[in-house]
């Protein structure tokens, strides 16, 4: 029940943040099993995810954990076999690592080892990328769980898409990771990525967006450029800024990283002949790395010119301010790609 919607419809505006608290209290009165759990979800969250949910529905079902990452997974693992519906919030994607082993050895393998008699419904929701924090909390989370399979890895750019994506990670019976980047909330306090796509028209009528099914932000005939969470917005940005040059970029935001649609990349790359792919985790392992080579396993004789990647050195995102600049891709980064790419390298 995907229906379209306008990238220029200015009805009703949200940001990122107020489009998933929309998607979750729909989704938790819309079926008694989902409920949230998390550190500080009582008064919001870091992001705000959740504010509000505990004055409609009440500490049975938003429930405040300790500082125990393994634990309260371990909790919603057990909540999900047992035919619940959890939503972890996390207060930032790198604490995940704590527990590693619930996810990966426990929980991502349950429908597969009991032969599709155990269901591990959860969706968690993880704010991730780099935002002035340092190391330890910029961490790309997608190219990290990328490699593990019975993981469902959600990337949303836009409030539209991530409210929709949102309640079909919620009624999906597999564990999904929802990826957001922390510059994409619009919570109070919070930086906001300058874009026209960043507070934008969320429809009040139920949706869905089906995952793994990509969406092309712009149409173009030139170049194919494939961004996805921050990176989007980036490209649309430029995009908009290559058209003053008469480069069309046809701009794909894949929505997911796992399952990917690579069929609507692949059907752009025959049409213009270019591709340029923008993630910003590091650049070796990434999805980036595994797309360009199902494009050229696939479509290689429909390439004009080599597959360019745009994404972040294989080094810790730095602390200071002008170092993280340097590290992690940028407007800039992505015109001289593009550029470079329409001239022949």
């Known amino acids: 029940m995907h229906k379209r919607t306008s990238l220029n419809n200015k009805k009703r505006e949200l940001t990122v943040v107020q489009a998933l608290r929309e998607a979750v209290?729909?989704?938790?009165?819309?079926?008694?099993?989902?409920?949230?759990?998390?550190?500080?979800?009582?008064?919001?969250g870091s992001f705000l995810f959740t504010l509000g949910l505990l004055d409609e529905f009440g500490p049975q079902r938003v429930l405040n954990t300790p500082i125990s990452e393994s634990g309260f997974v371990g909790l919603a693992i057990g909540a999900a076999i047992k035919g619940m519906r959890p939503i972890v919030d996390f207060q930032y994607s790198d604490f995940i690592f704590t527990a590693f082993d619930q996810i990966v050895q426990q929980g991502s393998k349950l429908r597969y080892m009991s032969g599709g008699q155990v269901q591990v419904?959860?969706?968690?929701?993880?704010?991730?990328?780099?935002s002035g924090r340092g190391a330890q909390h910029a961490n790309s989370m997608e190219s990290f769980f990328y490699h593990i399979p019975c993981i469902k890895i959600v990337s949303p750019a836009t409030p539209y898409d991530a409210k929709g994506l949102f309640k079909s990670a919620v009624r999906d019976d597999n564990m999904i990771l929802f990826?957001?980047?922390?510059?994409?909330?619009?919570?109070?306090?919070r930086n906001l990525v300058k874009s026209s796509l960043s507070v934008h028209h969320v429809p009040e009528e139920e949706y869905?967006?089906?995952?793994?099914?990509?969406?092309?932000?712009?149409?173009?005939?030139?170049?194919?450029?494939?961004?996805?969470?921050?990176?989007?917005?980036?490209?649309?940005?430029?995009?908009?800024?290559?058209?003053g040059e008469g480069i069309e970029v046809e701009l794909i935001d894949p929505r997911c990283i796992v399952p990917f649609d690579v069929e609507l990349v692949l059907e752009s790359v025959r049409k213009?002949?270019?591709?340029?792919?923008?993630?910003?985790?590091n650049e070796r392992g990434g999805w980036g790395a595994q797309l360009a080579a199902d494009v050229v396993a696939t479509s290689f004789?429909?390439?004009?010119?080599?597959?360019?990647r745009v994404a972040a050195p294989d080094v810790p995102v730095p602390f200071a301010p002008n170092l993280e600049k340097a590290v992690i891709p940028d407007e800039e980064r992505i015109l001289s790609a593009v550029r470079n790419l329409m001239q022949g390298m």
């Open 272 to 281: 213009t002949g270019r591709l340029v792919i923008v993630e910003e985790s």
């Open 25 to 44: 209290r729909e989704e938790m009165r819309r079926d008694s099993e989902v409920f949230v759990l998390g550190e500080d979800i009582r008064i919001g």
């Open 179 to 189: 990826c957001v980047h922390k510059h994409l909330y619009g919570s109070k306090g």
């Open 208 to 243: 869905l967006i089906p995952l793994g099914k990509g969406d092309v932000k712009r149409v173009g005939r030139d170049v194919t450029l494939v961004a996805n969470s921050l990176m989007l917005h980036y490209a649309f940005n430029a995009s908009e800024k290559l058209m």
């Open 301 to 308: 004789e429909y390439l004009d010119a080599p597959i360019i």
């Open 121 to 130: 419904p959860i969706v968690f929701q993880m704010p991730t990328g780099a």
